[in-house]
Structures are given as C-alpha cells and as structure tokens.
C-alpha cells in the first residue's frame, strides 16, 4: 500500500492554465506539507498542514494555494502557470509535533511549455 | 534550524561499508539530525535520526559526536541500489517544517 499518494506523476501544461495537484496519505498522520525541487535539486518546503489548518506559508506566489479537504488530503492548485514553475512537486506528511520523520510521495513533475 | 555541509559525491565498491560525513557545528541542544536519501526520480526517502546518541536500525547506523558537531551515516554493506543522494538535515523536534531545506547533499555511487 503506498503511504503517500500524488495525482498526477507528470503534468505538461501551457503557461497560463491553472492545474492542481492531488496528494492522499493513508497513514494517519496529523500533518501534511507541499516542496518544490528546483532544477538544482534543492528541496523547500511550500507550505505545510496541520489537522487541515494552515502552518506555514512559505514565500510562494499567491497563485499557489493548497486545500485541505479532510487531515488525509491535501491539494495544491496553480493558478495562471509560468515558466519558473516548471519543477518537481513533492508531498509529505508527519505526525507532528514529535521527533517522527516525514513520509514523501514520489513526486509530480510539472513542465510548463 | 541549523545548517549542514555534506561533501558533494561519494564513491563505494559493492559490498563495502559507506560512511557518510556531515557537519553541523552550529547545531543546539533541542536539533534532531536526520538523514534522508533520494534515489533516481523517487521522492526522499527516510533512514534514520538520532539526538545525542549513536543509532542503528535496519537500513543505517548514525554516529554521533560527543560534541554534537559532525555526525557520519553508515551502509555497513553498500549495494548498487544504495546508488542515491543523501542528505543530513538538522531540526527541532516541534516543528511543523519551517525552514526544512533539504541542500545538495552527498551523491553516493556504488560501484561494482
């Protein structure tokens, strides 16, 4: 069973659209949080979730906002895509606030042509 | 959180325990020291953290220093699949992943 789920694993879009990104976490953890990859491989957080509440909003874009339906989810929706976009879209999730490592999905890799 | 300065690559033949530096000599008291590693196109994946003392589970053991300054990862017995980069990240326990940057880590290639 995948702990971590992201939906979809590629996205190749226009500039300009507005795409979201889905993220499921089956293993009942309290927190749930959104990175960006750069082209050179640094990983930062975006934003993070804790019980469907927001925590922490990096400096990103208002173009980036997540939602959170319910503790297990948590979606990203990108509005009027650019080209500095184009990265790779991790999700994660802990059990928060405690010493317990976070858990990452494989990854959405968004090309924005 | 503090930060961390890991080599950039790493060599290891097959077989072979890997040791992996890492540096964080502005680390306080309440900062756990994690290590992750990102193989080829997959999300990071955890191996171990530790505090103050000298960890070990199935995948790694972490080592460390008395003065909590450095610490190395170890692969008691390298195989090609641990082909990956792996990162040491420095954070405190309670926190909700602010500042949690993971850098360019150590680029460890196994080699036959």
């Known amino acids: 069973d995948t702990a971590v789920s992201q939906t979809p694993k590629y996205l190749v879009t226009q500039m300009g659209n507005d795409k979201s990104i889905k993220c499921e976490q089956n293993?009942?953890?309290?927190?749930m949080y959104w990175y960006k990859q750069d082209s050179k491989k640094f990983l930062k957080i975006m934003f993070s979730?804790?019980?469907?509440?927001?925590?922490i909003n990096e400096t990103v874009p208002n173009r980036f906002s997540p939602k959170s339906p319910d503790k297990a989810h948590l979606n990203l929706h990108i509005n009027s895509l650019e080209l500095g976009d184009s990265a790779v879209y991790f999700c994660?999730?802990?059990?928060?606030?405690?010493?317990?490592?976070?858990?990452f999905g494989d990854g959405t890799r968004l090309s924005i042509l | 959180d503090a930060k961390t300065t890991q080599p950039p690559s790493m060599d290891c033949a097959e077989g072979r325990a890997a040791n992996l530096p890492c540096n964080h000599s502005?680390?306080?008291?309440?900062?756990?020291v994690y290590w992750y590693r990102q193989i080829h196109s997959q999300g990071p994946q955890y191996i171990i953290h530790?505090?103050?003392n000298n960890e070990t589970n199935e995948m790694a053991s972490l080592i460390i220093t008395e003065d909590r300054k450095s610490s190395t990862l170890i692969l008691p017995h390298a195989t090609l699949r641990d082909t990956a980069v792996y990162y040491c990240?420095?954070?405190?326990?309670?926190?909700?992943?602010?500042?949690?940057?993971f850098g360019p880590g150590t680029r460890l290639s196994v080699l036959p």
């Open positions: 994660a999730s802990s059990q928060d606030p405690s010493p317990l490592p976070q858990h």
């Open positions: 293993l009942g953890h309290d927190t």
């Open positions: 979730y804790n019980n469907k509440e927001l925590i």
């Open positions: 502005t680390i306080s008291g309440n900062e756990y």
């Open positions: 530790g505090l103050k």
């Open positions: 990240i420095v954070r405190v326990a309670r926190n909700y992943g602010q500042n949690f940057v």
